[in-house]
């Protein structure tokens, strides 16, 4: 028996396997509204099979986006827009999940497709960005980094408010899990993170200082999003940097966010600073066995994520408890019938992993 397609239950949301969408930026909303390429993109992956497919970093405002072409959440236009993606996703039977975000110091740049650079301060398209100091991404960089605003207490609270926004919008939409994004050097992160937040009041400090402006949000998120739904947080549980954020400490912030009602933890990596590599760096593959140790750590469910491609290593990831999803980001832009791929290497009946129009003919 695969344990990659068991179902896994949380709270009163069924997922009919361990396969999930990892979020990936898109840069094809208009003024944060999804578009069709939205419905075909995270659509296509349901159609595939998979139990979870969520949808994008999805900025809290205008200008927690990272770029012009980046996904929001701030308004009802944008919830609209969503609301006909989720009704496909589970006519599918997929969870359906969204990533909110706030990028910080990190905003204000053009899109990866136009090379991710940050905007210059005249740019009619950028904005000034924000962080836990007016440090900017990468001072000494030959790219030119915006020095962000160093956040008040009160802007920080306009924020947080800001999470809660969205997450009613997400609630009224329909999503099933909802993912709060702290990782990859934005905004939450890089309060967390003691490579970026050197700050002397209570939002700095020591470890619980800086984990003060992410467990506050989840307090407020959770306060909204229903009990019965999905709550998950995406880490950087390791920032790859010495002075950096170690998988110890990963595991308190885990215990503390569980504390709050989080259901389980997204273990990313990397990001805070130019020296750590992004999201897609060359230790990406690291990542997927440092699930298992803040699993048994702090005792929440984990999902996987990080060069995962091949159907054994995902079958493994879930067999030996190391995760409780595994989640693929570029391996499900090669092949969106990726769980099919996963079945039939697996000796797994196909006949019902993708959509009945194909499966019927070909599973
Ligand atoms: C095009 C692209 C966009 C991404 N956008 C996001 C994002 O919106 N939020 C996020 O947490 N990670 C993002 N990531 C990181 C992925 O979710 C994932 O963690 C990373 O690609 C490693 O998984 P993989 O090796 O299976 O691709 C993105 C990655 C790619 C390739």
Redesign the pocket.
């Known amino acids: 028996m695969s344990k990659l397609f068991s179902s896994l239950k949380i709270n009163d949301t069924v997922f009919k396997n361990r396969i999930g969408v ?5 840069y094809s909303s208009e003024d944060g509204v999804a578009t069709n390429w939205h419905l075909v993109h995270l659509g296509a992956r349901a159609v595939g099979g998979v139990g979870l497919v969520m949808a ?2 999805t900025a809290v405002s205008r200008h927690g986006r990272i770029s012009q072409g980046c996904a929001g959440l701030w308004e009802q236009k944008q919830a609209d827009a969503l609301t006909p993606i989720v009704a496909f996703l589970h006519q599918h039977g997929a969870v359906a999940g969204i ?1 909110i ?1 706030h990028s910080g110091r990190k905003g204000s740049a053009a899109t ?1 497709l136009n090379g991710g650079n940050h905007l210059d301060a005249d740019d009619p398209a950028g904005w000034d960005t924000v962080g836990p100091t007016s440090e900017a991404f990468d001072p000494d960089g030959t790219r030119l980094w915006k020095a962000p605003l160093a956040l008040s207490v009160s802007e920080i609270n306009s924020i947080q408010e800001q999470f809660v926004h969205s997450a009613k919008l997400a609630c009224d939409v329909g999503y099933d899990l909802l993912e709060v ?1 702290c ?2 050097g934005y905004l939450l992160h890089s309060f967390l993170t003691p490579l970026v937040n050197n700050r002397d009041d209570s939002y700095g400090g020591d470890l619980s200082g800086r984990a003060k402006f992410l467990l506050e949000t989840i307090e407020k998120v959770r306060a909204v999003w229903p009990e019965k739904r999905v709550l998950s947080v ?1 880490l950087s549980v390791h920032d790859f940097v010495a002075g950096g954020l170690s998988l110890e400490d990963s595991a308190q912030v885990g215990l503390w966010l569980k504390d709050r009602g989080v259901d389980i933890l997204d273990c ?1 990596g990397g990001g805070a600073v130019p020296a750590a590599r992004g ?2 760096g060359n230790r ?1 593959a690291e990542q997927p066995d440092m699930a298992g140790k803040i699993r048994i750590d702090t005792g929440l469910p984990t999902m996987a ?5 091949d159907p054994q290593q995902a079958e493994d990831l879930i067999a030996t408890s190391t995760a409780d999803m595994v ?7 090669r092949d969106p019938h990726w769980a099919l791929t996963a079945a039939k290497a697996l000796n797994v009946d196909t006949r019902h992993i993708l959509a009945e129009q194909y499966g019927f003919f070909v599973g």
């Open positions: 990892s979020p990936m930026c898109q994008e970093c990533q975000s990866a994004h990782a990859h995406r990313s999201a897609i990406t994520v990080g060069a995962i491609t989640l693929l980001g570029r391996e499900m832009m």
